[in-house]
């Protein structure tokens, strides 16, 4: 798959997951500079990926799954990025994104290469949407093929519920 940045082609490091593939284990850092392994994520889970919170894109989008998931508080989502923990927890508080938990892949460099999402021409984390079921298998996986563009919202929010066990 062809992936762009701003319409130049850029390379994903790492073996991109597919539906039905096992979410790989990874050490992230929270916004409070603790260590989280994978194991220790909830399941069912979504996981965005995404450059940077300071980018409008990406502020875009985390706002918008958070007005999203207002309505379905129990539909956890993971907002994983390369931006330092500070950044994402000044992101939270400026923005009030109370659904979505922010964790980094700044420290470890682990989650990016697990997942297909690091971009090696540029060292962040290209746009993608992960779905993971109670068994941490993917559910629904969505790599963007031009890192600016947003997500499909829609699907991975049927997709959620699906897994979530909420009706449609």
Same mark, same amino acid.
């Given at each position: ?101 922010? /964790?980094?892949?700044?420290? *470890?460099?682990?989650?990016? +290469?697990?997942?297909? &999402? !690091?971009? %090696?021409? $540029?060292?962040? /984390?290209?746009?993608?949407? *992960?779905?993971?079921?109670? +068994?941490?298998?993917? &559910? !629904?996986? %969505?790599? $963007? ?24």
């Amino acid at each position: 798959m062809k992936i762009t940045f701003g319409g130049n082609e850029v390379h994903l490091y790492g073996t991109q997951l597919k539906i039905g593939d096992a979410m790989p284990e990874f050490t992230l850092t929270d916004t409070g500079l603790n260590d989280v392994e994978s194991n220790e994520l909830s399941t069912p889970k979504v996981i965005l990926t995404f450059p940077s919170v300071d980018t409008s894109a990406c502020s875009l989008e985390l706002l918008t799954f958070n007005d999203k998931l207002e309505s379905y508080p129990e539909i956890l989502v993971y907002g994983v990025s390369m931006d330092l923990p500070f950044t994402q927890k000044r992101w939270v508080k400026e923005n009030a994104g109370d659904y979505v938990t922010m /964790l980094s892949d700044h420290k *470890f460099r682990i989650f990016g +290469e697990v997942t297909g &999402t !690091y971009v %090696e021409e $540029l060292a962040i /984390l290209a746009r993608a949407a *992960f779905v993971v079921d109670k +068994e941490n298998r993917i &559910t !629904y996986a %969505e790599y $963007l093929p031009e890192i600016g563009n947003e997500p499909d919202y829609e699907k991975i929010m049927e997709e959620a519920k699906k897994v979530f066990s909420m009706d449609s």
